[in-house]
């Protein structure tokens, strides 16, 4: 934790910090914004505020007992992301993984069924060199596999629809390395469910990973950010 009089801040990446309770990215779009989202510079470098109750990521950075930047992936590296959205969590990944003009040489395929939400990554993909946005189907994987020729060793992902957690297991088989880390953001109410209560589904989910081959590391409660809501942290073993 660097030190000075008026900040405790701490680097979890080169370009994602901590600063007191909030969590920060060297914007890799100098002067822009992606989702209204404060500006403000460290050192006469332009970071973007990243706000968790707006990302399930940036929700479980803060959240995490274990060291924060362990959720973060390679800077430089390819990554999948199911269930991409408006771009928001994409953003401070894109800051962190590609930097200004892909400097880092880094790739984000972005997955997402939603025309409307392809539109918003469209254009941001045209600032933010190095994010691939894909109108598709996170369970076909046929029709966009080949913009990953090589597996990941970080995968996300967050498509708030049934049957998630198979989405998520067979993306994995095809996509993740072994020992890569799989991320995976749950929402309780997306799943039919008819038993004890969420943090008994949240068990039951937790198990079945580890049956299909996965280690999980931690299930991080994103409580207070995005209720009802838990991120797996899955290193896959087989
Ligand atoms: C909760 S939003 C994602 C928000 C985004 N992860 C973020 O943090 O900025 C869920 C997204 O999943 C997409 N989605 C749902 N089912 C999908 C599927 N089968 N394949 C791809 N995307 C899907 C929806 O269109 C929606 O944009």
């Known amino acids: 934790m660097g030190k000075n009089r008026q900040h405790r801040f701490e680097m979890l990446s080169w370009a994602v910090r901590l600063e007191n309770r909030s969590l920060w990215s060297e914007n ?8 209204g989202e404060s500006l403000r510079k ?28 362990y959720l973060l992936p390679d800077p430089g590296s390819t990554v999948l992301y199911l269930g991409a959205g408006h771009g928001t969590s994409i953003s401070h990944l894109h800051d962190h993984i590609c930097g200004a003009r892909n400097d880092l040489g880094g790739r984000i395929v972005a997955v997402d069924l939603a025309p409307r939400c392809l539109r918003d990554l469209t254009h941001l993909a045209s600032l933010r060199p190095g994010l691939v946005p894909v109108l598709g189907d996170a369970r076909k994987h046929n029709a ?21 957690v198979e989405i998520f297991i067979n993306a994995c088989r095809r996509f993740l390395q072994i020992n890569g880390i799989g991320l995976l953001s749950l929402k309780a109410a997306s799943e039919r469910w008819t038993g004890e209560g969420e ?37 896959r073993v087989e």
């Not at 460290?42 to 007992?65: C, N, Q, V």
């Not at 966009?144 to 998630?164: E, Y």
């Open 144 to 164: 966009w596999g080949v913009l990953l020729p090589r597996k990941v060793k970080w995968l996300f992902q967050d498509v708030a629809q049934s049957g998630q």
């Open 199 to 235: 943090d008994v589904l949240f068990e039951k989910v937790a198990e079945q990973l580890s049956e299909t081959g996965f280690i999980v590391e931690e299930s991080i409660k994103l409580t207070g950010y995005e209720d009802n809501h838990v991120l797996f942290v899955a290193r």
């Open 42 to 69: 460290f050192s006469g470098i332009e970071y973007r505020r990243w706000d968790p109750s707006r990302s399930k990521l940036g929700a479980a950075i803060m959240r995490t007992r274990r060291d924060r930047s």
């Open 28 to 35: 890799a779009d100098q002067g822009n914004t992606v989702y």
